[in-house]
């Protein structure tokens, strides 16, 4: 697992941006459809704004590209402004220009949830492998919505969110818990290993725990990102507040000193 620690929330971003970029677009010269899986939340966002910048100014074109979310609330009816469809469109891709046929997530609003979940596990089996998948952690070390306990192995189904993960999302639904669906259909772990390169971004004190243990503790259900752990292609992006409690932090900046340009992300 790579991890680079860096300054600013801001340049998380930009690396970020540029690991994406690194994956999907040799991916599109090569031809094909080309999956990006994309996480929603706070953490990514700083990322999201630095390939529009591209888009904008440098011509950064991702036409070509299916995207895929990794979890979506169950419950909130299609077109809610919180439902994670709604928050990528908004944030991302709307303006990256991709046609929302390309911007797939799983039916939150569907009257069967466990079969939407089912059929969002094809859905991408068959559109796959994900390129590059955009993660963040939760402040219990969740990814995706795999809260503490979920199988390692898992695929995509519904989970029951934590009450303290309902809390800390409490903020995009006006501050009110209850607005908060109790129910998710994510991704599972194991679906989430069977992308070829994870890039998990996450900034800020809040998030030093999760990240010491995902990166320095043991594998284990407990803290669901240590999964990554098992993935051969991992770039771990923490600002030095995320990254505060790592005891290999000095080991990690020196590793990025000395990089090879032909190292790539
Ligand atoms: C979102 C997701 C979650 C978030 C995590 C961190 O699609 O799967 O795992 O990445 O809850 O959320 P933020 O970034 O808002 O702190």
Redesign the pocket.
């Given at each position: 697992m790579e991890v680079v620690l860096l300054p600013t929330p801001e340049d998380c971003g930009r690396v970020v941006a540029d690991a994406v970029v690194g994956s999907v677009l040799p991916a599109l010269a090569r031809g094909g459809p080309v999956v990006l899986g994309l996480?929603?939340?706070?953490?990514?966002l700083l990322a999201y704004r630095e390939l529009l910048r591209r888009h904008r100014e440098e011509g950064l074109d991702l036409t070509g590209v299916q995207a895929f979310?990794?979890?979506e609330y169950v419950g909130l009816p299609a077109g809610h402004p919180e439902s994670?469809r709604e928050v990528i469109r908004r944030e991302l891709t709307d303006a990256l220009g991709l046609d929302p046929a390309v911007v797939h997530g799983p039916d939150g609003a569907a009257a069967d949830p466990l079969q939407a979940a089912r059929d969002y596990e094809q859905q991408l089996l068959a559109a796959g492998p994900v390129v590059v998948q955009v993660?963040?952690?939760?402040?219990n070390g969740?990814?995706?919505?795999n809260e503490p306990g979920s199988s390692l192995a898992s695929r995509t189904r519904v989970k029951t969110l934590t009450e303290q993960?309902r809390a800390?999302?409490a903020r995009f639904f006006g501050g009110d818990v209850e607005a908060v669906p109790r129910h998710v259909i994510?991704q599972g772990l194991g679906t989430i290993l069977g992308a070829e390169h994870l890039v998990l971004v996450a900034t800020g004190e809040g998030?030093a725990a999760a990240v010491a243990a995902a990166v320095e503790g043991p594998l284990t259900a407990s803290c669901p990102g240590s999964v990554l752990q098992l993935h051969p292609h991992v770039t771990l992006v923490v600002d030095e507040a995320a990254g505060n409690r790592l005891e290999r932090a000095d080991h990690h900046r020196y590793v990025l000193a000395h990089k090879l340009a032909s190292q790539g992300w």
């Open positions: 996480a929603t939340g706070s953490s990514p979310l990794l979890d994670y993660l963040g952690i939760g402040s969740h990814v995706g919505f993960t800390d999302n994510t998030k």
